[in-house]
């Protein structure tokens, strides 16, 4: 925990490091209580430092110094100076052997960053800041160094002892203890760092590279799991095959391994060739593993691969440039997924997985408190950067490069890319001008993505010349202000359009008969002509998204469901109709708070009834299109958020949709029945989607038929994706499901991830209201100390159930404030997240803002409070 005052954190003032490290040798000492930590490195001065820059400064935190030897003499207090998080010698010599010897406590480290005991076992966690609570060391990732790891601890507790890199040596060792001695042959910063020594089983096969070499790669997992390991093998096998197919990049190590742990902060771990996971991203079999599970897994596994090269093998001069890997691996895994799918509609899918992802969390995200660009330009704790902005906008800026330059080029670039920096810490201007200098652009303007924070907002016309046959479209940008950032200049944006014909048809927009064509706007304002027109067209607009901006076109309900019928780009599709759906729930929202009678009109429901009837489209495709806008998404669209209208406006929708396309639902349910043995691919998966969603609509408006239908499915299905979907549609009915939720529990107390789904699956309903959660929270199974069992049940009711959580007695945000100020005494990284569910208190209604602010003001005022959730809170009460 710290407790010095908050200290900010300039991009600007970056200046290199005094002083690089050569090599380390780290020997370690495990015992749960007091590891030892011997750590011998070697430094020389920095060329790029000033000459009289001579002093040494290490990190470090939660760790007790025991000795400190420099070039074989042991300084004595007066020789250096230990600081609240620092360890720094003055004057140094250009050439250092720096000796030290320090120990911590792992066993009580809950805050899960550097070394700690899970089940009783070790394990690390290093990125971003991690290492310093290990050994005092220059933790920062332009400081790359080759690292030799010893390993020393009790055999019979610990007798899988692993580090990164390869093998070189093991052995046993007095008083049943054994050792075992790792290389790493690639230099790597101290953030990439890993060690596991546990009880521990693996599945191990050998791999053939396509270089001819054989790599042997390791998926370890506790007794007990290792049925659960086939899909992420395999997942592990198709990343390094696409990765070498796609871009030429192959696996450079003897070996590589995964570990999963039930306690950890993240998703994963990118650790140089000891992959450390998130059991969420690892476990998966059909009798407790859903659809998106496994799909989760195929993408983790693949990001944290392909960080092999895009932030391991290059990586980051500072954590301001954590986009540069984040956003670029992001972007390859999203590019891997949408590949093993392998058919256009998938590939579309995926996409609008994306773009939901954006409106729902990256949107809200830029036009909050906590703003910030791409590579931002301040922060107080780096682990609250690790945002939607970084990863997933950022991989949005990726995707531009690629859409602006073409694939051929964008591939060039990236090669290009590997041969300027490979084994340096770079820039994400670096990654620009390697795309510049192989594409032969100028991509001056495009650094404004990396530079300028919020949503731009597109605004778009056209005007139709019948004489000349001409279409004229005119494009305008503008950004809203942002904290810091209130004037912003013009981005470069990729718009790709296309334009329907009366018959739903795409136009020839070109010579060469292209019926999409990518328009670059520069400019705050610019107007594009398309000739040879015969008629008057409906503009798809941003086809496949084409870039992170919110679109404005003043679109009829004709033109919408003209494209919603006909439209040749799904993403464009699928998006006609959401703007159906969203222009009725705010005018059904409105009614709800004006008190007049609700009512939704047919055209929109014949249009519903064409979409989910047509089995000429995939049923992923129609599962995504049927998907109305949730609760939170309508909020955005509010100048004052009212969850209770919200909630009710679209349970009528939802409700309306039953009962007029019940036949329709019913048969949808029987129709995309998957029999047989269990498998995830994507057209089952899809089947079970659309199966899954019309059960969910008939439980909207219940009748003794479609409960018994989903009564009989939780209780006959074969796979976790159908018992769970039935069980939810069950509990958001107000069904009373008390034993259907007690033989679930009692069939998988002993999976930890089904536990978690259990209570995800009620803390998200909004039948569950504060009180309930605060009952379950008293059940057995549920702990805070794992960050897991803590985000399914406190973060699912804050940000998955918005109209319980916003009580209008403010009673969910008393709940909230009470358990972040708990969250943070013992792990500030998960506290920090639950505190950003309250950081836009200011977009709701005026009756409960006042409670808001309380809640907030309750937990600035908290004692001891982290920086990481300080620097949240503190933003959240600015104006």
Known sequence: ??????????????????????????????????????????????????????????????????????????????????????????????????????????????????????????????????????????????????????????????????????????????NGRHYAKWEDPFKKPSYLFALVAARLVCQEETFRLADGRNALLQVWVEEGNLDKTDYAMQSLKNSIRWDEERWGLELDLDRFMIVAVGDFNMGAMENKGLNIFNTKFVLANPATATDVDFAGIEAVVGHEYFHNWTGNRVTCRDWFQLSLKEGLTVFRDQEFSA?????????????????????????????????????????????NFYTVTVYEKGAEVVRMYQTLLGRDAFRKGMDLYFERHDGQAVTCDDFRAAMASAAGRDLAQF?????????????????????????????????????????????????????????????????????????????????FTFDAIAELPVPSLLRDFSAPVVLEYPYTDEELLHLFRHDSDPVNRWEAGQRLAMARLLRLTAAVQNGEKLELDYTFIAAQRALLVDETLEAAFREQALILPSESLIADQMEAVDPQAIHTARRFMRET??????NELQNAVAANATPGPYSPDAVSAGKRGLKNLALSYLLAAPDDFTLDLATRQVAEATNMTDRAAALVALIHSGADVEAQLQSFYDEFKGEALVVDKWFAMQASAPTTDVARIRELMTHPAFTLKTPNRARSLIFNFTNANPSQFHAPDGSGYEFWAEHVIKLDALNPQVAARLARSMDRWRRYLPDLQPHMRRALETVAAAPKLSNDVMEVISKALAN
């Not at 018959?503 to 070109?510: I, P, Q, V, Y």
């Open 1 to 174: 925990m710290r407790t010095d005052s908050p200290q900010t954190i300039y991009r600007k003032d970056y200046t290199p490091p005094s002083y690089l490290v050569e090599t380390v040798e780290l020997g370690f000492d495990l015992d749960p209580a007091r590891t030892i930590v011997a750590n011998r490195i070697t430094l020389r001065h920095n060329p790029e430092a000033a000459q009289d820059h001579r002093d040494i400064v290490l990190h470090g935190e939660d760790i007790e110094l025991v000795a400190l030897r420099l070039n074989g003499t042991e300084l004595n207090p007066g020789q250096y100076i230990v600081g609240t998080s620092t360890l720094t010698i003055k004057k140094a010599p250009l050439n250092v052997v720096l000796e030290i010897e320090t120990t911590c406590a792992p066993e009580q480290n809950t805050t899960l960053s550097g070394l700690y005991v899970s089940n009783n076992s070790f394990y690390t966690q290093c990125e971003a800041e991690g290492f310093r609570r290990i050994t005092y060391f220059p933790d920062r990732p332009d400081v790359m160094a080759k690292f030799t790891v010893m390993l020393r601890a009790d055999k019979q507790k610990y007798p899988v002892l692993l580090s990164n890199g390869n093998l070189v040596e093991e052995g046993d060792l007095d």
């Open 339 to 383: 590949d093993m799918i392998g058919t256009d509609s998938g590939r579309a899918v995926t996409r609008i997985d994306q773009v939901r992802t954006l409106r729902q969390a990256q949107f809200p995200e830029d036009a909050g408190p906590m703003a910030h660009p791409v590579r931002p330009d301040s922060f107080v704790e780096i682990n």
């Open 447 to 527: 650094e404004r993505w990396y530079s300028q924070a919020g949503t731009p907002i597109v605004t778009a016309s056209g005007t139709y010349d019948e004489e000349a046959q001409r279409y004229t479209l005119t494009l305008a940008q503008r950004c809203p202000p942002t904290p810091g950032q209130a004037e912003k200049l013009p981005f470069h944006i990729p718009v790709a359009v296309g334009l329907l014909d009366a018959k739903g048809r795409d136009l020839a927009l070109n010579g060469e008969g292209d019926t999409t064509v990518v328009l670059e706007l520069t400019e705050a304002e610019q107007t």
């Open 657 to 662: 949709i039953a009962k007029v396309l019940r």
